[in-house]
C-alpha cells in the first residue's frame, strides 16, 4: 500500500478539495477587485464565495477521513 492517496481518492473528494480552492481565489479575486476600485458592494459580494470554499474545502476533509477510515477497516478484515 504505497500508493499515493491522491491516486486512491474518490471522486467526490477530488471534486470537493477544487471546488473549495477555485471559490476561495474567486472570492479572494472579486475582494480584491472591490477594495482596489473603491466598491465595498463588491468586496461584500465576494465574501459569501470565500465562505462557500471554505465550508467545500472542510466538507473535503470529512470525505477523506471517511475514504481513510474504510480503507482502514478493508485493511483490518484482511489481516
Known amino acids: 500500500m504505497l500508493n499515493d ?3 486512491t481518492a474518490p ?6 478539495v477544487f471546488g473549495g480552492m477555485g471559490l476561495t481565489a474567486l472570492g479572494i479575486i472579486i475582494v480584491v477587485i472591490g477594495a482596489l476600485s ?7 459580494v465576494g ?3 470565500i465562505g462557500v470554499g471554505l465550508v467545500a474545502h ?7 477521513g471517511r475514504a481513510v477510515r474504510k480503507a ?6 484482511r489481516g
Open 5 to 7: 492517496f491522491w491516486e
Open 11 to 16: 471522486a467526490a473528494y477530488k471534486y470537493a
Open 38 to 44: 473603491s466598491t465595498p458592494a463588491l468586496t461584500f
Open 47 to 49: 465574501l459569501p464565495f
Open 58 to 64: 472542510m466538507a473535503s476533509l470529512f470525505l477523506r
Open 72 to 77: 482502514l477497516k478493508k485493511a483490518e478484515k
